[in-house]
């Protein structure tokens, strides 16, 4: 494997003289690895398993369109090849940013960290999308309307959970709390890229003086209302921490009198989808957990 990389290396960037080549995480998608060289900065060299290789295209879209507002916070893409093109595997090279995932770092003052965090993703909300949709190199299935959009994606992650053989009481709370509350899906008027996983894992930060040095994996990314992005981080990393919470609308800056019912029914969204995922790849251990967290929103 490593005289691959040195050969994908060597024909993005000609001349690197490679000390070190370490994997890194890359979870079910894709192979990860640093490239460290002797006399330039260290690279990331991202495989793509054949049947997620559309995700490729996807990526360099995604940070292509973040690039000018985002400029270094983001990887820069140094260069990107599909399968068959010189090697059998699609492969894409990117810049490494500096810092640890937040996911393994303990600020002592959370509150600053998720202000940054909160800047950060007003940022991406700049950056306004034709249409509501799922993102690849372009919307997918695209709607006009949230109302449309997010029906569409709670009715696909029911019948899942109920192919999956969840709850069915529990499918019928969420059901009818959906519809209770959908109102709230007209509220948004126009759709933002959202980064659709900016979690702890995803940020990184400087240790030395907890300033966010940037953020990484925008394969999840959508066209959607910005708030579904609030509700994922609360979802996946701030769990009832209103030190986080605080510090991310804080430095959000302004939002809708709505965000919170907003926010609430867009946590139930992921938290479904989540069930949904971990379900169908056989990772049992987090669904009661999970569950309890939608029992939690529709039965309070």
């Known amino acids: ?64 369109l973040l690039a000018p507002e985002l400029g270094d916070a983001i990887p820069r893409v140094i260069h990107h ?48 999308q034709p249409a509501y949709g799922y993102l690849t190199d372009e919307v997918l299935e695209p709607l006009p309307g949230n109302t449309d959009y997010m029906r569409r994606q709670f009715a696909k992650k029911l019948g899942e959970f109920e192919a999956l053989q969840g709850d069915p009481a529990l499918q019928s709370d969420i059901s009818q709390y959906v519809e209770q ?53 609360q979802a996946y990393s701030i769990w009832g921490n209103a030190d986080k919470l605080a510090g991310l609308v804080d430095g959000y800056g302004e939002l809708p009198a709505d965000w919170r019912e907003r926010t609430t029914l867009y946590r139930l969204y992921h938290s479904l989808e989540l069930w949904d995922w971990f379900k169908s790849i056989g990772t049992v251990d987090p669904l ?3 569950a309890a967290d939608l029992a939690k929103i529709v039965r309070t």
């Open 1 to 64: 494997m490593n005289d691959q990389v040195e050969a994908m290396t060597e024909k993005a960037c000609p001349g690197s003289a490679i000390a070190e080549i370490l994997p890194r995480s890359g979870g079910q998608l894709s192979t990860v690895f640093e490239v460290r060289r002797t006399a330039a900065a260290p690279l990331i060299l991202k495989l793509y398993e054949p049947e997620w290789a559309w995700k490729q295209a996807k990526e360099v879209h995604v940070y292509e």
């Open 81 to 128: 090849e599909p399968a068959g093109d010189t090697f059998d595997t699609a492969f894409t090279v990117l810049t490494k940013l500096d810092g640890v995932p937040l996911s393994e770092a303990e600020p002592a003052d959370w509150k600053s960290v998720y202000t940054q965090l909160g800047a950060l993703l007003q940022r991406i909300h700049r950056i306004p």
């Open 181 to 233: 509350h959908a109102g709230l899906f007209a509220n948004n008027a126009a759709p933002t890229l959202c980064h659709n996983d900016f979690h702890e894992g995803n940020v990184l930060v400087d240790p030395s003086t907890w300033q966010v040095t940037g953020f990484i994996d925008v394969e999840n990314a959508i066209a959607a209302d910005p708030l579904m992005d609030l509700a994922k981080t």
């Open 288 to 290: 009661d957990s999970i």
